[in-house]
C-alpha cells in the first residue's frame, strides 16, 4: 500500500524508491507482485510520467484511507503513553491562514519543538478532498461544510466587515445593512463566504463586474477595491494589518451582522486528541479571548 501510494506521488518508481528507502527494482518487483494478485494494472507504465490507470486511482485511494487508519491506531498508543506527536499535515485556506499561522509557527517552534509541521495552503474544496483521502491531519476552515466524512470543531468566530472604496456612494454610511448593499460595485472572494452564507445579496446574483475573484488573498482583494473602486468583504481579523489610512476605509455591516465561524476540521476516525489540544492552546494565544469558542475556552477537546 505505501509503495503504490508513493509512486502515485512521485510519479516515478525510482523517487518512488528513494521515498521509502528501499531499491527500485525492489519498489518495482513488489508493485507488480500486487497487480498480479489483485489481477488488474495500476500503473500504466508508458506514460512519462507514469500514472495510474483508472482501476489504479481507485485502489490508490482506498490505500491512502487504510494507510490512514492504520496510522490512528499507533497514534492511538502513542497519545495514551505521552510520547511525542512527531509529524503534523496541517490544512489551511488563504482567507485564514495570514491572521493564524505567522504567530502558530513560532508558539510551536518554541514550546513544541518537537512537533513537525508541514502546512499546505490550498482551496476549500482541495483540503476537503485530502481530509477524506487521509492526506491531511487536520484543516482549519470556514464552517459548516456539511461533510458526513469529516468532523467539525468550532475554535473562533470572527464578524465580516466591508472595505469600501472612498469613491462609492456607500462611504459615507458608518454602518451598512446587508440588504442594502449594491450587488453591482462588489469584488467577490467568493469561495470564502458565499458557499454556506447566502446572507449577502450578492451571493445568488451576478455581479456587475466584470471579473470574481474566485480564489486568493484577502490582501489581493483590497488592492483591487483600492485600485478599481466597490467595495468588498473581509474578516475582522484582517483589520489590524491593514494600513491606518486603509482602516478608515472599512465599514460595520448590520441587520443582521454577518459572522463566519473557523473550525478544525478532521476525518471522522481521527484519534490524535492530544494533538488537537496543543493546536487548540496554540490559537488561544493568538486570536482575541471575546472571538474564541465558548466551549473551547472552558473545555479540553475530547474525541
Avoid at 490507470?53 to 502513542?78: D, M, P
Avoid at 488563504?94 to 517552534?109: D, E, G, H, Q
Wanted: with cysteine; glycine share 4%; proline share 6%.
Amino acid at each position: 500500500m505505501e509503495y503504490i501510494v508513493a509512486v502515485d506521488k512521485y510519479r516515478h518508481f525510482a523517487k518512488a524508491a528513494e521515498s521509502c528507502g528501499i531499491s527500485q527494482s525492489t519498489l518495482s518487483s513488489l508493485v507488480q507482485k500486487l497487480e498480479i494478485e489483485l489481477d488488474v494494472t495500476i500503473f500504466d507504465r508508458n506514460s512519462h510520467p507514469v500514472k495510474p490507470t483508472a482501476i489504479g486511482e481507485e485502489i490508490i485511494s482506498r490505500a491512502k484511507l487504510l494507510l490512514f487508519n492504520a496510522a490512528q491506531v499507533k497514534e492511538l498508543v502513542a497519545t495514551r503513553k505521552g510520547e511525542s506527536v512527531g509529524k503534523v499535515s496541517l490544512g489551511i485556506t488563504s482567507t485564514v491562514a495570514p491572521y493564524l499561522l505567522p504567530k502558530m509557527l513560532k508558539y510551536l517552534s518554541v514550546n513544541h519543538p518537537d512537533i513537525e509541521l508541514h502546512v499546505e495552503e490550498a482551496r476549500v474544496s482541495t483540503l476537503v478532498l485530502q481530509l477524506e483521502r487521509g492526506e491531511l491531519d487536520i484543516a482549519l476552515l470556514a464552517t459548516p461544510l456539511n461533510n458526513d466524512e469529516l468532523l467539525e470543531i468550532p475554535v473562533y468566530q470572527e464578524r465580516l466587515m466591508a472595505y469600501v472604496s472612498p469613491n462609492e456612494p456607500i462611504y459615507n454610511n458608518l454602518d451598512l445593512q446587508i440588504d442594502r448593499l449594491p450587488v453591482e460595485s462588489v469584488w467577490v472572494l467568493r469561495e470564502g463566504y458565499c458557499p454556506n452564507r447566502g446572507v449577502f445579496p450578492f451571493c445568488n446574483y451576478r455581479t456587475g463586474r466584470q471579473a470574481v475573484y474566485e480564489a486568493g488573498s484577502v490582501e489581493t482583494l483590497i488592492k483591487i477595491v483600492d485600485e478599481n473602486g466597490g467595495y468588498a468583504i473581509i474578516p475582522e481579523l484582517h483589520v489590524p494589518l491593514l494600513r491606518k489610512c486603509q482602516q478608515a476605509n472599512v465599514r460595520v455591516l448590520t441587520n443582521p451582522e454577518p459572522n463566519r465561524e473557523i473550525a478544525f476540521v478532521i476525518h471522522r476516525n481521527f484519534v490524535r486528541e492530544r494533538l488537537l489540544n496543543i493546536l487548540a492552546d496554540t490559537i488561544r494565544t493568538v486570536i482575541p479571548p471575546a472571538m474564541i469558542n465558548k466551549r473551547l475556552k472552558k473545555f479540553s477537546i475530547t474525541l
